[in-house]
């Protein structure tokens, strides 16, 4: 099973940027599903995550009411408004062991590859 991060870029502060994440071979309709972040010399960090229906979702302090994480049959979304030049990172999506919203990475079984977003001042 494979995960394809993409959408990521340049952008200039303030920006917006809507990352996707589709899985291959597979749907993960029944799993939480979420967003993390590693940014230069820095460990991967939590940013959201979601319920298997999209009820449920959480998110690092940092993002709340910027970002918004969401789902359908096929795809996971992150999308980011007002972007700092702090969100600089990798940005990785994960699909969870349960069907929970997790802030966990080790409750995460699958990971994709990573989009690199930049967000310059």
């Known amino acids: 099973v494979q995960l394809q991060a993409s959408g990521g870029g340049l952008v200039q502060a303030g920006g917006s940027l809507t990352l996707s994440c589709a899985a291959s071979?597979?749907?993960?309709?029944?799993?939480?599903m979420g967003w993390f972040r590693q940014a230069p010399g820095k460990e991967r960090s939590f940013v959201a995550s979601?319920?298997?229906?999209?009820?449920r979702t959480s998110y690092v302090d940092s993002v709340k009411d910027r970002f918004t994480i969401s789902r359908d049959n096929t795809k996971l979304y992150l999308q980011m408004n007002s972007l700092k030049p702090e969100d600089t990172a990798v940005y990785f999506c994960?699909?969870?062991?349960?069907?929970?919203?997790?802030?966990?990475?080790?409750?995460?079984?699958?990971w994709g590859q990573g989009t690199q977003v930049t967000v310059s001042s």
């Open positions: 994960a699909v969870a062991k349960s069907s929970i919203a997790t802030p966990r990475s080790n409750e995460y079984i699958y």
């Open positions: 071979r597979r749907t993960f309709s029944n799993n939480a």
């Open positions: 979601i319920s298997w229906r999209g009820d």
